[in-house]
T-cell receptor, first 114, second 113 residues
Framework: AQSVSQHNHHVILSEAASLELGCNYS??????LFWYVQYPGQHLQLLLK??????LVKGIKGFEAEFIKSKFSFNLRKPSVQWSDTAEYFC????????????FGQGTELSVKP | NAGVTQTPKFQVLKTGQSMTLQCAQD?????MYWYRQDPGMGLRLIYY???????DKGEVPNGYNVSRLNKREFSLRLESAAPSQTSVYFC????????????FGPGTRLTVT
């Protein structure tokens, strides 16, 4: 069965620090990969997605993620975080032969100190 | 264009009571989903509907039923609520040509005492 694992449950950073959130998945076939963000009190929003092509994908608000197929990883990065990036971040995967069903990781809570 | 809407926003139930969570989308999407979100467990798929008239079980369907009333609406019913169903419930939808890109509603926070 597919699964998604996010390494960090809670990350605390100061403003301007660099961010990398880990995500690994287990599935041998073709996958689509996503990062969603949930700001406090809000619903989930799509941050970025990878379907195919360039393994380095750029999303909104300066975030990017790199798909490394050999490591089954899709880590999220941002060079310099802001207080407004405080949120919970979810990695998700779907496979082509399972329609639109998404499997989510456990989530990583990011707290950015001003 | 409201996107995905859910009602109610909050609900408290006693064990054994029943209720229906409502979800509607105005994006003409074919597929709709119900998830529950629990601390440390991310989101888990309860049921989904790939198209009007079809529904399928997800990862955690026990204790729930769903109805795809029409293309816009997808409801989730708890027939006999249990404390283990205390959670935040999210509805989502996705379009025919991008089924993997889901749009989420604001959520319903349900407490079962």
């Amino acid at each position: 069965a597919q699964s998604v694992s996010q390494h960090n449950h809670h990350v605390i950073l100061s403003e301007a620090a660099s961010l990398e959130l880990g995500c690994n998945y287990s599935y041998g076939g073709t996958v689509n990969l996503f990062w969603y963000v949930q700001y406090p009190g809000q619903h989930l929003q799509l941050l970025l997605k990878y379907f195919s092509g360039d393994p380095l994908v750029k999303g909104i608000k300066g975030f990017e993620a790199e798909f490394i197929k050999s490591k089954f990883s899709f880590n999220l990065r941002k060079p310099s975080v802001q207080w407004s990036d405080t949120a919970e971040y979810f990695c998700a995967v779907s496979s082509y032969n399972q329609g639109g069903k998404l499997i989510f990781g456990q989530g990583t809570e990011l707290s950015v100190k001003p | 264009n409201a996107g995905v809407t859910q009602t109610p926003k909050f609900q408290v139930l006693k064990t054994g009571q029943s209720m229906t969570l409502q979800c509607a989308q105005d994006m003409n999407h074919n597929s709709m989903y119900w998830y529950r979100q629990d601390p440390g467990m991310g989101l888990r798929l309860i049921y989904y509907s790939a198209s009007e008239g079809t529904t399928d079980k997800g990862e955690v369907p026990n204790g729930y039923n769903v109805s795809r009333l029409n293309k816009r609406e997808f409801s989730l019913r708890l027939e006999s609520a249990a404390p283990s169903q205390t959670s935040v419930y999210f509805c989502a939808s996705s379009g025919r040509y991008s089924p993997h890109e889901q749009y989420f509603g604001p959520g319903t926070r349900l407490t079962v005492t």
